[in-house]
């Protein structure tokens, strides 16, 4: 049984962001080759509810991200972990415009993951459809209250951690997100493994550390997701963490693609 029904799913969408990365240069954002395994990704996402994009962002390019972290006036809001129980370390969510890069991750990476989003509905029995188009989906969360940026930089150090949980900031909710590491693990900082957990209905729940290097993104379930079972597709409950950093700095971009309200 496929979410998916027949292969192929059409074409990868057209994807060119080589050279529009002016006010970041310099840059190499390898997105075609995410094209290129498109149908690998989307399988990948399929039976696991996750699927790793190596490489997605050259050093260069992490390391321009990390530096905005400083600069407040890239930011709409500062949030310290600790105060809010959600673990120990903070992040800023980015104010509109984004920056030319986090503005173009977005905007290039929706049209990978809407038919599997659209799928995924369709298998859990949710009515919602995603527009192929993102300046669509955004414009539907814009007229609903939800109008605020998302897409955030985290900043971790030694004894730093990131609670499991789920990023939903309204009614509208696009199931995919992406977090992409901006340091070099084993470098930069060591522990601070990205981790996935899921919850199957009358089962303890499952935990996935998913090993990534600097510039790969991981695309995974916001909050469920299908699989498929011997009587149709039960939905399954994702969350998403971050174990303890032992020691450096750990810097990670989140893409998610709903705005808050
Ligand atoms: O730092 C991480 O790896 C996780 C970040 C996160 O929670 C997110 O991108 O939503
Ligand atoms: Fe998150």
Redesign the pocket.
């Known amino acids: 049984m496929s979410v998916f029904g027949e292969s192929g799913h059409g074409k990868p969408p057209k994807l060119a962001l080589h050279n529009s990365w002016a006010t970041m240069t310099p840059t190499a954002i390898s997105i075609s080759s995410a094209a290129r395994d498109w149908a690998l990704l989307t399988d990948e996402l399929q039976l696991h509810g996750r699927a790793v994009l190596p490489q997605l962002l050259s050093p260069d390019a992490c390391l321009a991200i990390s530096r905005l972290y400083p600069q407040a006036d890239n930011f709409r809001s500062r949030v310290v972990m600790a105060r809010h129980g959600f673990g120990r370390g903070e992040y800023q969510y980015f104010n509109y415009p984004l920056p030319a890069l986090v503005q173009q991750l977005r905007s290039a990476l929706y049209p990978l993951l809407v038919d599997v989003a659209n799928r995924w509905n369709e298998a859990m029995g949710v009515a919602v459809r995603y527009p192929l188009e993102y300046a669509v989906f955004l414009a539907r969360c814009h007229a609903a209250g939800q109008t605020r940026p998302t897409p955030?930089l985290l900043q971790y150090a030694g004894g730093d951690y990131?609670c499991l949980?789920?990023?939903l900031y309204g009614e509208h909710v696009f199931p995919l997100?992406v977090?992409i590491v901006l340091s070099r693990p084993g470098e930069d900082f060591s522990g601070g493994e990205f981790v996935l957990t899921e919850q199957r209905p009358r089962m303890q729940s499952r935990a996935t550390v998913v090993p990534l290097a600097q510039g790969d993104a991981v695309v995974f379930a916001v909050q469920h997701r299908p699989v498929a079972g011997s009587r149709g597709f039960y939905r399954v409950n994702m969350r998403?963490?971050v174990s303890e950093v032992r020691a450096g700095q750990r810097h990670t971009l989140?893409i998610?693609f709903h705005d808050a309200q």
């Open positions: 955030l990131n949980h789920q990023d997100q977090t998403h963490g989140g998610i």
